[in-house]
Protein backbone atom coordinates (compact mmCIF):
# COMPACT_ATOMS: atom_id res chain seq x y z
CA UNK A 1 0.00 0.00 0.00
CA UNK A 2 1.40 3.73 -0.65
CA UNK A 3 1.50 6.02 1.66
CA UNK A 4 1.10 9.85 0.30
CA UNK A 5 1.09 13.22 2.31
CA UNK A 6 -1.07 15.91 0.39
CA UNK A 7 -0.04 19.32 2.04
CA UNK A 8 -2.25 22.51 1.41
CA UNK A 9 -3.34 25.15 3.28
CA UNK A 10 -6.77 23.68 4.10
CA UNK A 11 -9.95 21.81 2.31
CA UNK A 12 -12.10 25.71 2.20
CA UNK A 13 -13.74 25.81 -0.45
CA UNK A 14 -11.85 26.71 -3.90
CA UNK A 15 -10.29 25.43 -6.97
CA UNK A 16 -7.55 23.63 -5.78
CA UNK A 17 -9.23 22.04 -2.44
CA UNK A 18 -12.03 20.79 -4.66
CA UNK A 19 -9.39 19.15 -6.93
CA UNK A 20 -7.44 17.98 -3.61
CA UNK A 21 -10.86 16.96 -2.09
CA UNK A 22 -11.78 14.54 -4.69
CA UNK A 23 -7.98 12.89 -5.28
CA UNK A 24 -7.50 12.07 -1.90
CA UNK A 25 -11.14 10.65 -1.12
CA UNK A 26 -10.76 9.03 -4.59
CA UNK A 27 -7.11 7.41 -3.61
CA UNK A 28 -8.30 5.69 -0.55
CA UNK A 29 -10.89 3.83 -2.03
CA UNK A 30 -8.41 2.30 -3.96
CA UNK A 31 -5.97 1.36 -1.07
CA UNK A 32 -3.47 4.46 -1.02
CA UNK A 33 -2.93 5.40 3.05
CA UNK A 34 -3.70 9.25 2.68
CA UNK A 35 -2.53 12.17 5.09
CA UNK A 36 -3.83 15.40 4.58
CA UNK A 37 -1.53 18.23 6.36
CA UNK A 38 -3.09 21.54 6.34
CA UNK A 39 -2.51 24.40 7.97
CA UNK A 40 -5.79 25.88 9.90
CA UNK A 41 -9.67 24.27 9.44
CA UNK A 42 -11.87 26.12 7.22
CA UNK A 43 -15.24 27.90 7.87
CA UNK A 44 -16.93 25.63 5.20
CA UNK A 45 -14.49 23.16 3.71
CA UNK A 46 -15.18 20.03 1.33
CA UNK A 47 -16.50 16.59 2.86
CA UNK A 48 -13.25 14.28 3.13
CA UNK A 49 -13.50 10.16 3.11
CA UNK A 50 -13.58 8.82 6.78
CA UNK A 51 -10.32 6.92 6.08
CA UNK A 52 -8.60 10.42 4.91
CA UNK A 53 -5.91 11.52 7.79
CA UNK A 54 -6.46 15.14 8.69
CA UNK A 55 -3.55 16.33 10.55
CA UNK A 56 -2.89 19.60 11.48
CA UNK A 57 0.45 21.21 10.49
CA UNK A 58 0.21 24.75 11.16
CA UNK A 59 0.48 26.96 13.91
CA UNK A 60 -0.29 25.97 17.49
CA UNK A 61 -2.41 28.60 19.94
CA UNK A 62 1.46 28.56 21.83
CA UNK A 63 2.78 30.06 18.59
CA UNK A 64 0.08 33.32 18.50
CA UNK A 65 2.12 36.26 19.92
CA UNK A 66 5.52 34.88 18.22
CA UNK A 67 7.09 37.14 15.69
CA UNK A 68 6.90 36.55 11.93
CA UNK A 69 10.09 35.02 11.63
CA UNK A 70 9.62 32.43 13.92
CA UNK A 71 5.61 31.58 12.83
CA UNK A 72 7.60 30.67 9.42
CA UNK A 73 10.41 28.16 10.54
CA UNK A 74 7.81 26.93 12.51
CA UNK A 75 5.60 26.21 10.01
CA UNK A 76 8.77 24.48 8.23
CA UNK A 77 9.33 22.68 11.47
CA UNK A 78 6.04 20.96 11.83
CA UNK A 79 5.57 19.84 8.40
CA UNK A 80 9.16 18.13 8.61
CA UNK A 81 8.21 16.61 11.36
CA UNK A 82 5.16 15.09 10.16
CA UNK A 83 7.07 14.38 6.85
CA UNK A 84 9.78 12.05 9.26
CA UNK A 85 7.65 10.26 11.30
CA UNK A 86 5.04 9.39 8.48
CA UNK A 87 7.78 8.28 5.96
CA UNK A 88 5.38 8.41 3.12
CA UNK A 89 6.06 7.42 -0.43
CA UNK A 90 5.19 10.92 -1.63
CA UNK A 91 4.36 14.12 -0.68
CA UNK A 92 1.83 16.38 -3.15
CA UNK A 93 1.80 19.74 -2.30
CA UNK A 94 -1.06 22.06 -4.01
CA UNK A 95 -0.47 26.10 -4.05
CA UNK A 96 2.17 28.63 -4.23
CA UNK A 97 3.26 28.58 -0.14
CA UNK A 98 2.27 25.08 0.37
CA UNK A 99 4.85 24.04 -2.36
CA UNK A 100 7.56 26.11 -0.90
CA UNK A 101 6.98 24.47 2.71
CA UNK A 102 6.65 20.73 1.22
CA UNK A 103 10.05 21.46 -1.08
CA UNK A 104 12.12 22.55 2.05
CA UNK A 105 10.45 20.24 4.60
CA UNK A 106 11.35 17.39 2.62
CA UNK A 107 15.47 18.31 2.10
CA UNK A 108 17.34 15.78 3.02
CA UNK A 109 14.76 12.90 4.03
CA UNK A 110 14.99 11.08 0.36
CA UNK A 111 11.15 11.56 0.10
CA UNK A 112 10.25 12.97 -3.26
CA UNK A 113 7.75 15.94 -3.73
CA UNK A 114 5.27 16.79 -5.90
CA UNK A 115 4.29 19.95 -6.47
CA UNK A 116 1.31 21.24 -8.17
CA UNK A 117 0.69 24.81 -9.94
CA UNK A 118 -2.28 25.90 -10.14
CA UNK A 119 -2.45 29.73 -10.33
CA UNK A 120 -1.24 31.86 -13.46
CA UNK A 121 2.78 31.90 -12.24
CA UNK A 122 3.24 35.49 -14.05
CA UNK A 123 0.31 36.72 -11.77
CA UNK A 124 1.15 34.60 -8.58
CA UNK A 125 4.47 34.05 -8.49
CA UNK A 126 5.91 37.44 -9.47
CA UNK A 127 7.85 39.09 -6.11
CA UNK A 128 11.17 39.25 -5.31
CA UNK A 129 11.01 36.16 -3.23
CA UNK A 130 9.62 34.11 -5.62
CA UNK A 131 12.05 35.21 -8.56
CA UNK A 132 14.87 34.07 -6.18
CA UNK A 133 13.63 30.76 -4.76
CA UNK A 134 11.75 29.46 -8.11
CA UNK A 135 15.10 28.28 -9.57
CA UNK A 136 16.44 27.26 -6.43
CA UNK A 137 13.63 24.90 -4.92
CA UNK A 138 11.63 23.71 -7.84
CA UNK A 139 15.17 22.07 -8.94
CA UNK A 140 14.97 19.67 -6.20
CA UNK A 141 11.32 18.60 -6.82
CA UNK A 142 11.27 15.15 -8.03
CA UNK A 143 8.08 16.26 -10.53
CA UNK A 144 5.54 18.74 -11.09
CA UNK A 145 2.03 18.54 -11.96
CA UNK A 146 0.43 21.73 -14.42
CA UNK A 147 -2.18 22.58 -15.47
CA UNK A 148 -1.36 24.06 -19.30
CA UNK A 149 2.11 24.23 -21.14
CA UNK A 150 1.88 28.04 -20.42
CA UNK A 151 2.61 27.88 -16.61
CA UNK A 152 5.00 24.41 -17.34
CA UNK A 153 7.20 27.30 -19.39
CA UNK A 154 7.51 30.14 -16.18
CA UNK A 155 9.95 27.38 -14.53
CA UNK A 156 12.88 25.87 -14.81
CA UNK A 157 13.67 23.23 -17.83
CA UNK A 158 15.36 20.37 -15.72
CA UNK A 159 12.11 20.21 -13.95
CA UNK A 160 9.82 20.19 -17.22
CA UNK A 161 11.25 17.35 -18.73
CA UNK A 162 10.05 15.60 -15.41
CA UNK A 163 6.82 17.29 -15.12
CA UNK A 164 3.06 16.60 -16.22
CA UNK A 165 0.24 18.28 -17.77
CA UNK A 166 -2.76 16.88 -15.71
CA UNK A 167 -6.67 18.28 -16.03
CA UNK A 168 -8.99 19.33 -13.47
CA UNK A 169 -11.22 16.47 -12.79
CA UNK A 170 -15.03 18.03 -13.07
CA UNK A 171 -17.63 16.54 -10.69
CA UNK A 172 -19.79 13.83 -11.81
CA UNK A 173 -22.86 15.69 -11.12
CA UNK A 174 -21.75 17.67 -14.34
CA UNK A 175 -21.47 14.71 -16.43
CA UNK A 176 -24.10 13.50 -18.90
CA UNK A 177 -26.57 15.56 -18.03
CA UNK A 178 -29.50 15.52 -20.68
CA UNK A 179 -29.56 18.79 -23.29
CA UNK A 180 -32.34 20.81 -22.57
CA UNK A 181 -35.00 20.26 -25.40
CA UNK A 182 -35.36 24.23 -25.25
CA UNK A 183 -32.48 26.70 -24.08
CA UNK A 184 -33.90 29.87 -21.98
CA UNK A 185 -32.91 33.51 -23.12
CA UNK A 186 -29.98 33.80 -20.67
CA UNK A 187 -26.35 34.35 -20.83
CA UNK A 188 -24.53 32.59 -17.57
CA UNK A 189 -21.63 32.94 -15.76
CA UNK A 190 -20.57 30.69 -12.66
CA UNK A 191 -17.96 31.41 -9.94
CA UNK A 192 -16.54 34.18 -7.20
CA UNK A 193 -16.99 37.86 -7.60
CA UNK A 194 -13.81 39.10 -7.48
CA UNK A 195 -11.61 41.61 -9.32
CA UNK A 196 -9.47 39.18 -11.83
CA UNK A 197 -12.39 37.12 -13.70
CA UNK A 198 -13.76 41.01 -14.97
CA UNK A 199 -17.02 40.10 -14.43
CA UNK A 200 -17.55 44.14 -15.05
CA UNK A 201 -16.42 43.70 -18.64
CA UNK A 202 -19.43 41.32 -19.37
CA UNK A 203 -21.98 43.55 -17.90
CA UNK A 204 -20.67 46.47 -19.72
CA UNK A 205 -20.97 44.04 -22.86
CA UNK A 206 -24.02 42.73 -21.70
CA UNK A 207 -25.84 46.49 -21.88
CA UNK A 208 -25.08 45.89 -25.77
CA UNK A 209 -26.27 42.83 -26.16
CA UNK A 210 -29.33 43.67 -23.92
CA UNK A 211 -29.83 46.81 -26.47
CA UNK A 212 -30.16 44.24 -29.46
CA UNK A 213 -32.00 41.26 -27.42
CA UNK A 214 -34.07 43.41 -24.75
CA UNK A 215 -35.62 39.90 -24.09
CA UNK A 216 -32.41 37.89 -22.49
CA UNK A 217 -30.83 38.05 -19.11
CA UNK A 218 -27.49 37.83 -17.52
CA UNK A 219 -27.09 35.64 -14.90
CA UNK A 220 -24.12 35.20 -12.49
CA UNK A 221 -23.68 32.56 -10.17
CA UNK A 222 -21.49 32.39 -7.42
CA UNK A 223 -20.14 34.20 -4.00
CA UNK A 224 -18.72 37.29 -2.92
CA UNK A 225 -14.71 37.32 -2.54
CA UNK A 226 -14.84 40.58 -0.41
CA UNK A 227 -12.36 42.70 -2.53
CA UNK A 228 -15.01 45.08 -3.47
CA UNK A 229 -16.68 43.42 -6.92
CA UNK A 230 -20.19 42.53 -5.70
CA UNK A 231 -20.12 46.42 -4.61
CA UNK A 232 -18.95 47.68 -7.85
CA UNK A 233 -21.33 45.34 -9.87
CA UNK A 234 -24.17 46.39 -7.57
CA UNK A 235 -23.61 50.04 -8.30
CA UNK A 236 -23.42 49.40 -12.42
CA UNK A 237 -26.87 47.66 -12.22
CA UNK A 238 -28.58 50.00 -10.03
CA UNK A 239 -26.74 53.19 -12.09
CA UNK A 240 -27.85 51.45 -15.59
CA UNK A 241 -31.57 50.69 -14.06
CA UNK A 242 -31.01 46.94 -15.29
CA UNK A 243 -32.28 45.17 -12.35
CA UNK A 244 -34.86 43.68 -14.54
CA UNK A 245 -32.34 41.81 -16.75
CA UNK A 246 -29.03 41.79 -14.81
CA UNK A 247 -28.81 39.01 -11.38
CA UNK A 248 -26.34 38.53 -9.00
CA UNK A 249 -27.84 35.22 -8.25
CA UNK A 250 -25.35 34.25 -5.44
CA UNK A 251 -23.38 30.30 -4.70
CA UNK A 252 -25.24 27.68 -5.79
CA UNK A 253 -24.47 23.76 -5.33
CA UNK A 254 -27.19 23.00 -7.67
CA UNK A 255 -25.68 24.69 -11.02
CA UNK A 256 -25.69 21.23 -12.75
CA UNK A 257 -29.49 22.31 -12.71
CA UNK A 258 -29.57 25.66 -13.19
CA UNK A 259 -26.95 26.09 -15.97
CA UNK A 260 -27.71 24.02 -18.83
CA UNK A 261 -30.83 25.38 -20.06
CA UNK A 262 -28.71 28.80 -20.65
CA UNK A 263 -28.25 30.02 -24.39
CA UNK A 264 -24.68 31.32 -23.60
CA UNK A 265 -22.10 30.59 -21.08
CA UNK A 266 -19.77 34.08 -20.48
CA UNK A 267 -16.50 33.10 -19.11
CA UNK A 268 -14.77 36.60 -18.80
CA UNK A 269 -11.25 36.17 -16.42
CA UNK A 270 -8.34 38.12 -17.28
CA UNK A 271 -6.22 35.32 -15.96
CA UNK A 272 -6.68 31.86 -14.28
CA UNK A 273 -5.36 28.69 -13.78
CA UNK A 274 -7.64 26.01 -15.17
CA UNK A 275 -10.81 27.60 -14.36
CA UNK A 276 -13.24 24.70 -13.26
CA UNK A 277 -16.38 26.74 -13.91
CA UNK A 278 -15.55 26.35 -17.34
CA UNK A 279 -15.12 22.89 -17.55
CA UNK A 280 -18.07 22.45 -15.94
CA UNK A 281 -20.12 24.58 -18.43
CA UNK A 282 -18.28 22.59 -21.71
CA UNK A 283 -19.56 19.36 -19.96
CA UNK A 284 -22.39 20.54 -19.30
CA UNK A 285 -22.74 21.22 -23.55
CA UNK A 286 -23.21 24.75 -23.21
CA UNK A 287 -22.14 27.34 -25.81
CA UNK A 288 -19.16 29.11 -24.52
CA UNK A 289 -17.77 32.22 -25.33
CA UNK A 290 -14.28 32.80 -23.21
CA UNK A 291 -11.24 35.03 -23.10
CA UNK A 292 -8.04 33.50 -23.67
CA UNK A 293 -6.17 34.26 -20.54
CA UNK A 294 -3.03 33.32 -19.19
CA UNK A 295 -1.89 30.85 -18.03
CA UNK A 296 -3.69 29.31 -21.13
CA UNK A 297 -6.69 27.25 -19.47
CA UNK A 298 -9.63 28.32 -21.88
CA UNK A 299 -6.52 27.76 -25.48
CA UNK A 300 -6.10 24.42 -23.79
CA UNK A 301 -9.38 23.23 -23.79
CA UNK A 302 -11.16 25.26 -26.45
CA UNK A 303 -10.40 24.95 -30.22
CA UNK A 304 -11.79 28.33 -31.21
CA UNK A 305 -15.15 28.06 -33.78
CA UNK A 306 -14.96 23.94 -33.16
CA UNK A 307 -16.27 23.63 -29.52
CA UNK A 308 -16.33 27.16 -28.09
CA UNK A 309 -14.76 30.85 -28.59
CA UNK A 310 -12.28 32.02 -27.82
CA UNK A 311 -11.72 35.96 -27.81
CA UNK A 312 -8.87 38.95 -26.60
CA UNK A 313 -8.76 39.45 -22.61
CA UNK A 314 -10.58 42.33 -22.07
CA UNK A 315 -12.19 42.91 -24.99
CA UNK A 316 -15.50 44.49 -24.47
CA UNK A 317 -16.48 44.34 -28.10
CA UNK A 318 -15.17 41.01 -28.84
CA UNK A 319 -17.34 39.85 -25.87
CA UNK A 320 -20.65 41.76 -27.12
CA UNK A 321 -20.37 40.32 -30.60
CA UNK A 322 -19.54 37.27 -29.37
CA UNK A 323 -22.87 36.69 -27.47
CA UNK A 324 -24.75 38.24 -30.39
CA UNK A 325 -23.57 35.42 -32.44
CA UNK A 326 -24.30 32.50 -30.25
CA UNK A 327 -27.56 34.02 -29.57
CA UNK A 328 -28.52 35.10 -33.72
CA UNK A 329 -26.98 31.67 -34.85
CA UNK A 330 -28.54 28.85 -33.09
CA UNK A 331 -27.12 25.98 -34.86
CA UNK A 332 -23.79 27.30 -34.60
CA UNK A 333 -23.82 27.42 -31.28
CA UNK A 334 -25.78 24.15 -30.56
CA UNK A 335 -22.96 22.56 -32.61
CA UNK A 336 -19.95 24.22 -30.28
CA UNK A 337 -22.06 23.17 -27.45
CA UNK A 338 -22.40 19.79 -28.43
CA UNK A 339 -18.91 19.47 -29.37
CA UNK A 340 -17.71 20.89 -25.69
CA UNK A 341 -19.74 18.28 -24.19
CA UNK A 342 -16.70 15.94 -25.21
CA UNK A 343 -14.31 17.32 -22.80
CA UNK A 344 -16.32 14.51 -20.70
CA UNK A 345 -14.28 12.30 -22.21
CA UNK A 346 -10.64 13.64 -20.63
CA UNK A 347 -11.99 15.51 -17.59
CA UNK A 348 -14.51 12.71 -15.78
CA UNK A 349 -12.85 11.72 -12.32
CA UNK A 350 -11.59 7.95 -13.43
CA UNK A 351 -9.78 9.53 -16.55
CA UNK A 352 -8.18 12.16 -14.07
CA UNK A 353 -7.45 9.75 -11.38
CA UNK A 354 -5.94 7.44 -13.41
CA UNK A 355 -3.15 10.32 -15.16
CA UNK A 356 -2.25 11.18 -11.35
CA UNK A 357 -1.62 7.03 -9.97
CA UNK A 358 0.46 6.58 -13.53
CA UNK A 359 2.56 9.87 -12.38
CA UNK A 360 2.76 8.72 -8.66
CA UNK A 361 3.81 5.85 -9.22
CA UNK A 362 6.48 7.30 -12.01
CA UNK A 363 7.87 9.22 -9.61
CA UNK A 364 8.30 6.92 -6.97
CA UNK A 365 9.61 4.15 -8.53
CA UNK A 366 11.96 6.66 -10.41
CA UNK A 367 13.40 8.31 -7.05
CA UNK A 368 13.99 4.11 -6.01
CA UNK A 369 15.70 2.72 -8.37
Known amino acids: MRKILFHLNCFEQGGAERVVSNLVNQLVKQDYEIIAATEWQGEVEFQLDERVQRIHVGLRKEDEKKNRICKIWLRFKYLRELIKKEQPDAVISFTRRPNYRALVSAMGTGIPVIPAVRQDPKSYYNSLADKLLIPVLYRMAAGCVFQTKEQETYFPASLQKRSRIILNPVNHKYLNVPKPEKREKTVVQSGRLVDFKNQMMLFRAFLKVHEKHPDYYLKLYGGDSFDGTKEKLEAFIKENKAEDYMKLMGPSDSLEKELPRASVYAFSSDYEGMPN ?87 IKGIKR
Open 277 to 363: ALLEAMALGLPVAATDCPCGGPRTVIEHEKNGLLLPVGDEKAMTDAINRLIEDWEFAERLGDNARKISEKINEDAVLAQWKEYIEEV
